[in-house]
């Protein structure tokens, strides 16, 4: 079984509409993030949670919310969806290290915003 | 402001054929250099982590190393399989992420 699922794979939707990406990891990371990767731009951070009280805004977090629900679940949120927020949406996690965390990312959520 | 170019940002190589990707960084304080191999539809897959220069990791057909200004993937006698966009990351002083956008790596039997 992967370490981090994603949920859904796919997911088209209408603008407007609320979205959620749901994130599970069986690695026991406290450290959960999410990313948005776009064809040209390459992954950008849109939140992080370094523990299940802790939750930081990303460069991109504008028209993005989450929820960290356990230490193994981080869900993103999409109020209001709009196109441009069409983009494939990473996952990841990564355990505390003292020079520097290795992230191990999930399988990916594309979505599409019409 | 901290930056991470990645060039060539497409690679075609034959079979045998082996090379370098480049990875050039200005991270102050940098505490750490990563690549990660992506396949299409998937996401990034660890593959090294390098903290100071001169320091160079291998796996298989494929050896990072870094210097105080690049860090170089060469790749040795590819093999198709090994067609995948490698990503670079520096990890900032703040321990913040700082992406490169990529080399699309092609290799044809």
């Known amino acids: 079984d992967a370490d981090v699922t994603q949920t859904p794979r796919n997911r088209i939707t209408k603008t407007g509409k609320r979205i959620m990406l749901e994130c599970s990891q069986t690695?026991?990371?406290?450290?959960m993030y999410w990313y948005r990767q776009d064809p040209g731009l390459g992954l950008r951070l849109i939140y992080y949670?370094?523990?299940?009280?802790?939750?930081n805004k990303g460069e991109i977090s504008d028209g993005y919310s989450v929820s960290r629900q356990a230490q193994a679940k981080f869900s993103l949120s999409l109020e209001s969806a709009i196109p441009n927020q069409t983009a494939l949406y990473f996952c990841?996690?990564?355990?505390?290290?003292?020079?520097?965390?290795?992230?191990?990312f999930g399988p990916g959520t594309r979505l599409t915003v019409l | 402001e901290d930056q991470v170019t990645q060039s060539p940002e497409a690679l075609r190589l034959q079979e045998g054929e082996s090379s370098s990707l480049n990875c050039s960084y200005t991270?102050?304080?940098?505490?750490?250099l990563f690549w990660y191999r992506q396949d299409p539809g998937k996401g990034p897959e660890f593959l090294f982590t390098l903290y100071s220069a001169g320091e160079e990791k291998e796996k298989e057909r494929l050896k990072a190393t870094l210097t105080k200004k690049e860090s170089f993937l060469h790749i040795t006698a590819p093999k198709p399989e090994d067609s995948a966009t490698y990503l670079c990351f520096g990890r900032g002083s703040q321990g913040n992420l700082i992406f490169g956008k990529g080399t699309k790596l092609s290799v044809k039997p």
């Open positions: 991270v102050s304080g940098l505490r750490g």
């Open positions: 949670s370094f523990d299940v009280k802790d939750i």
């Open positions: 690695k026991g990371h406290d450290r």
């Open positions: 990841a996690t990564s355990d505390f290290g003292d020079f520097g965390d290795t992230q191990y």
